[in-house]
């Protein structure tokens, strides 16, 4: 198990910006995938963005444009960084890892979630 920790969320308004973090105490190089997932009351998690390994990214339509995810493996952290939020964007963000490398061999099923960051956007 990697242990997944989520920061930065927070209350702002319709139009601002923040950077949500997911830091592990394990080493990110070695996971494949790093990805952002959003709950919001009533629906469903849903896939905000993921980063490979090889720094390959996906975003979800929503996110296009909008949403940077970026990996920092000197660090172990994996981020987040939020523009022109809307009302739309509130949830909790939770952080994924799926698929890791350990010694030598890769793990598909490997899977770790973090606990989550609220993020609220005021119209």
């Known amino acids: 198990q990697v242990p997944l920790v989520e920061s930065g969320g927070g209350l702002v308004q319709a139009g601002g910006s923040l950077r949500l973090s997911c830091a592990t105490s394990?080493?990110?190089?070695?996971?494949?995938?790093l990805g952002w997932y959003r709950e919001a009351p009533g629906k469903p998690r849903e896939v905000v963005a993921s980063?490979?390994?090889?720094?390959?990214?996906s975003y979800a339509n929503f996110a296009k444009g909008r949403f940077t995810i970026a990996r920092d493996n000197a660090k172990n952290v994996v981020y987040l960084q939020m523009n022109s939020l809307k009302p739309e964007d509130t949830g909790n963000y939770f952080c994924?890892?799926?698929?890791?490398?350990?010694?030598?061999?890769?793990?598909?099923?490997?899977?770790?979630w973090g606990q989550g960051t609220q993020v609220t956007v005021s119209s």
């Open positions: 394990g080493s990110t190089a070695s996971i494949n995938t």
């Open positions: 980063i490979g390994s090889d720094g390959g990214t």
């Open positions: 994924n890892a799926n698929g890791m490398y350990h010694g030598g061999t890769y793990y598909p099923n490997f899977g770790s």
